[in-house]
């Protein structure tokens, strides 16, 4: 297996380097804002695998190979600090007193989305949840649904025919939910969330998960909320870095290097800073291999994947000015492999995926009062069904004849957000902003090659009424040239500062999801399909409301323990839905017929000590069961079903040997749903997704300076499948990791000049 022997080498190449190296030593005393000895504050040498944490005293030892390093020193509550050293051979390094201040915003609590400006979370009018590189290092995540499915309130489902995952947040489908790329909405074909699954997660430094309806600042789909994948950023200073990623996995029991069985993870990226100028660029190659399962012959229950990830980047940044342009683009191909028939050949189809993604966005900030700011992108989105017959006999492959075997659908989008943040006062800041975008589209299976225009404009607010309470109301206007569009989205929020411990967040706001080009364009006739899009759909609105309290029940220095306990309530309108053509019950057509909703709570609790970081939350969510109300039904039926969740998550670090350990568990509750049976008299049936439970084991370790090592194992309890009783689509009962117990090594190289 070539790539585990190559992570040996690499890995007895750094300790053979450790051995010779020749040892010096550094030593300091932390103390605090008051000038008290600190204890307990973690003290490192950035990028390697040397660092302690303080004595009683307040005092450090570090002894590590002679050279230059950048010594860090950090403790939450507290201002971060980078200070350059040099480690001699013979003579020991003795560091000034270095004094630590309290910091109101740990540089993990700062968010962006939907705020006004950078500011602390504890700050922020939304509830917003945030998910670290650090976090993402640790788990050992190669792609963004890994990682976020580890949050409370995210399910994800596969659909095994088309390959692709979608995700839910809080009760609610992909479909309702907005994916932002810095602030930018990526593009998908449908409702399903495929993007998620198509953004290289090297890239990214944050994501950030805001609850609730966000229609007036970013729009269409947002009525479940919105996740916004942060990408790595210049920091300013002069410097060459380099990176380098490679990491194997096995699918369960299989895996073979040669063969392609399993998975197998490269990443190569570079980055360049000088006197303002950002160059940046990175390769990614995701391989998977696939998953047999139950499936027997070449068919495979998870079909395999071969993905290609590029970015590159281009930016300037003076005193007043940031500019920067990004590339990303996606080539991937999912493989449906057919059993062999009687003639001894076999159909397959490639599922070919190309996304190119260009965003250029600049900020300027005019004076302490007014900035401004603006972003453009440019998405050329495609997906082709290549289908082949391939003859056993010959080793031919053509192109099958069938209809609709041949099929490509393209999507193009245009899109500009404007906006200028003016501080009237220090107690009332406004946020106008422009929106246009430009949706095309055109394919064998839609109709013609139609074009959607829309234009926005929104104010949002921020008032703070009293040093305690701070609101933030805001409208979007919205004309769009096809579709019955809302023409005012209202929204409400406010936070409440009960007193030093504990915050109160409310908020009611207006969502609306714009039908997608596919339930208005969709035209698809087989053997046996029949389905048209409507043009007169309108658009799904809904009524939205939602409250969080938070309990820091202690924040010091040394420990810290924050709870948070929410709860939600949705009503969604003429929601979209298939059904059969009024005028004519041949077809199947898009119609808004439907009725949802959604409501639960959720508890969510942190604990921070030492070396330990644990989070223990649960939620319990409800959907609507639209027989509830159904008149010709004898049988009393409750209005909402209900799923519960539990997850957990411990880390712990051993600064004095570089290592951290990483244990994530999560239960998903059963999901119930009722379906009518048919039978006389009309009776409903309870089916349900069967409860399921996750865990992984991640353990990390620094060797030498540039080096680390990660490895661990994923679904702990080898779940390979659930017990689905529910009758339609859009249920998870096949989603991410179910494929068996899996192992994984994978090495990480980061050079830095400085």
Known sequence: MKYFFALLCMLILSCVQDVFAQIGEIRGTILTQDRKSFEGVHVTLKNTKYGTTTHANGKFSIKAPTGTYTLMVSILGNEKKEIPVHISENTPT????????????????????????????????????????????????????????????????????????????????????????????????????????????NTIERIEI??????????????????NLITKKSDGKDNLSISARTQEETVGDEYDAFSKKGTHNQNIGITWQKQGFHLSGSITRNNFGG???????????WMP??????????????????????????????????????????????????????????AYQANEKLGFSGALSYTDYSRRTLSTNIDFNTGKRTLTLDAASQDKSIFTTLFFRGTALYKVNPNVSLLPGLEINNNNSSGQRILGSPTINEYAFFVSSELKITPAIKLSPGVRFIKNSVYDAPPVIPSLNAKIELNKSFDLRMGYARGFRSPALRELYFDFHDASHSINGNVNLKAEYSNSFNAFLTWRAIEDSKLRITSTLG???????????????????????????????????????????????ATLGATYIGSYNEFSEDAELDESLPEFVWSPEINANFLYSFPKIGATLNLFYKYSGKKPAYAILD??????????????????????????????????AKNLFDLTAIKNTTIGTGHDASGPGFNGRSYFLGLNIQWSKN
């Open 94 to 201: 003795i560091l000034d007193e270095i004094q630590l201040n309290e910091s109101g915003i740990a540089l993990e609590d700062a968010v962006i989305t939907g705020q006004f400006g950078k500011q602390s979370l504890r700050n922020s009018v939304f509830q917003v949840r945030t998910i670290d590189s650090e976090r993402i290092k640790l788990r050992g995540a190669t792609n963004i649904q890994t990682i976020l499915n580890t949050e409370l309130g995210i399910r994800f489902s596969n659909d095994p025919t088309l390959g692709t995952t979608d995700i839910q947040l809080m009760g609610m489908t992909g479909q309702s939910v907005k994916i932002l790329l810095d602030g930018i909405p990526l593009v998908d074909r449908g409702a399903t969330r495929e993007s998620l699954g198509q953004i290289d997660i």
């Open 291 to 301: 998953w047999q399962g139950d499936s027997s012959g070449r068919q495979k229950a």
């Open 305 to 362: 994947k071969e993905q290609m990830l590029y970015t590159a980047g281009l930016g300037y940044s003076r005193q007043k000015w940031n500019l920067w342009y990004r590339f990303n683009g996606t080539d991937e191909t999912i493989k449906f492999l057919g059993n062999i028939n009687l003639l001894n050949s076999a159909g397959d189809k490639d599922y070919i995926t190309k996304r190119w993604f260009h965003q250029a966005q600049g």
């Open 679 to 712: 039978t006389t008299p009309i009776t409903a049936s309870l089916r349900k997704i069967s409860g399921y439970s996750m865990a992984d084991l991640t353990l990390t370790k620094t060797i030498g300076k540039y080096v680390s090592l990660i490895g661990g």
């Open 567 to 613: 709860g939600f309530y949705n009503v969604f309108h003429d929601r979209i839905d298939t059904g059969f053509d009024p005028n004519n019950p041949t077809q199947t057509t898009y119609l808004n017929i439907s009725l949802f909703k959604t409501t639960g709570v959720t508890l969510d609790n942190k604990f921070y000590w030492k070396n330990l970081t």
């Open 210 to 227: 805001v609850e609730g309806p966000m229609s007036v600042i970013y729009g269409t789909d947002a009525l479940a909320g919105v996740i």
